[in-house]
């Protein structure tokens, strides 16, 4: 039920927003730790996260492994930081949803962050 719920309200979201065109760029915690996990990394490592192709598929596994177990075993997943375990499950539905929408097989994740994109932009409108 609460799945469900969750998927119908990001859906109502995104439906507010222009359909994107173009690469999808994850960056932040949801998706630099959903790209962790893919990989069962026990240590969390920036070189093999950073410009991963994190498929739908994977994101869809991934959502239906957290969904099937309780926040106690969460906690204990590679590439999973305890302190994420109880929020990670309705990030991932969401980047399930906007790849779902956008009609994207995959996202490419980024380590870097906004600020990283925001400094290139500023620095290329500088040229």
Do not use: F, N
Request: proline share 4%; net charge positive; with cysteine.
């Amino acid at each position: 039920h609460e799945l469900t719920a969750l998927r119908i309200a990001v859906d109502e979201a995104l439906r507010a927003a222009p359909r994107h065109q173009g690469r999808i760029v994850g960056v932040a915690g949801t998706v630099t730790t959903l790209a962790a996990m893919a990989q069962k990394l026990q240590t969390y490592d920036p070189l093999r996260v950073h410009g991963l192709r994190l498929t739908s598929s994977d994101v869809v596994r991934l959502v239906d492994e957290l969904a099937g177990k309780p926040l106690h075993e969460r906690r204990q997943l590679p590439g999973l930081h305890p302190k994420r375990a109880d929020v990670i499950l309705a990030g991932a539905i969401i980047l399930e949803r906007i790849l779902e929408r956008a009609g994207h097989a995959d996202c490419v994740v980024s380590d870097r962050g906004i600020r990283w994109g925001l400094a290139a932009e500023l620095a290329a409108v500088a040229d």
